[in-house]
């Protein structure tokens, strides 16, 4: 039985497994494999799995697997501790670029130690029923709602995510409520997962940018999710589109072992 050497890492508590795959020696994990690692009980546990590969003309390719074995598009806090991964690793440097499912990103870390990643732009939000729906990397389904930390985000969240339009290829589901003007909060349910994270990095950025479409100019939105706070910053173009967006927060190891 072969012997697996991982690294778990959380942002704002949405936790993931990381592999370090510089050496190419985890290319064949199976879907089955990745559940098993994933799976809270029987396994380490996490909301998704990483692997850190080589790619050149970057600093290191993200690729990203939901709890349920599936290769997936971007996530955003996992692309921040994939970050603070590599820098752990010896990769000290000012700026950081590499490449994900939904292509090229720049990344930072702080004095402070919290890590932001540019997100890609994004060119419009599609309004359906009341609601909005954009892509930050990975498909979102937002909802604007009145006492979100008393709303059934389970069960309402499911219910979107399996609704016709969206059953094949899943999307994730973000409850939102204006706290004061430049904050707010999200609680989101994650395709793959199948339930509610602590925390989604591209939920809280499409939240973000849905609260404040309105805004031209400037913005900068501190975001609260079940496990911690977030931050947003971008800029909006006369014509709608977003810019320059930014995701920052907390990234920190837990813990490595051999499983």
Not at 91 to 118: C, L, Q
Not at 148 to 162: A, E, L, N
Not at 232 to 237: E, H, I
Request: aromatic share 10%; with cysteine.
């Amino acid at each position: 039985m072969s012997t697996t050497h991982f690294y778990k890492y959380q942002g704002t508590g949405n936790d993931f497994i990381i592999l370090d795959n510089r050496d190419a020696n985890h290319n064949d994990l199976t879907l089955e494999r990745i559940k098993f690692l994933c799976d809270r009980r029987f396994g380490i546990g996490a909301d998704g799995l990483m692997l850190l590969n080589t790619k050149p003309g970057f600093d290191f390719e993200m690729k990203y697997y939901n709890s349920d074995g599936r290769e997936s598009s971007m996530c955003g806090n996992g692309g921040r501790c994939l970050v603070k991964f590599a820098h752990d690793l010896g990769m000290h440097k000012n700026t950081y670029r590499f490449i994900a499912p939904d292509g090229e990103h720049d990344a930072e870390i702080d004095v402070d130690g919290k890590v932001s990643v540019k997100m890609k732009d994004v060119r419009n939000i599609r309004e359906y029923h009341g609601d909005s729906i954009l892509d930050t990397g990975s498909p979102h389904y937002v909802k604007i709602v009145s006492d979100v930390m008393d709303y059934d985000v389970f069960h309402k969240g499911m219910d979107i995510r399996h609704s016709s339009e969206f059953a094949k290829d899943g999307i994730n589901v973000n409850f939102v409520e204006q706290k004061r003007t430049d904050e707010i909060i999200v609680r989101t349910y994650e395709r793959g997962v199948e339930d509610e994270t602590y925390s989604c990095g591209t939920g809280v950025t499409a939240s973000a940018l849905v609260a404040y479409h309105n805004e031209c100019g400037y913005n900068d939105v501190t975001v609260i999710t079940k496990g911690g706070r977030l931050t947003v910053r971008f800029d909006r173009t006369f014509d709608g589109k977003f810019v320059n967006v930014w995701l920052s927060g907390p990234a920190e190891k837990v813990f490595e072992g051999n499983i």
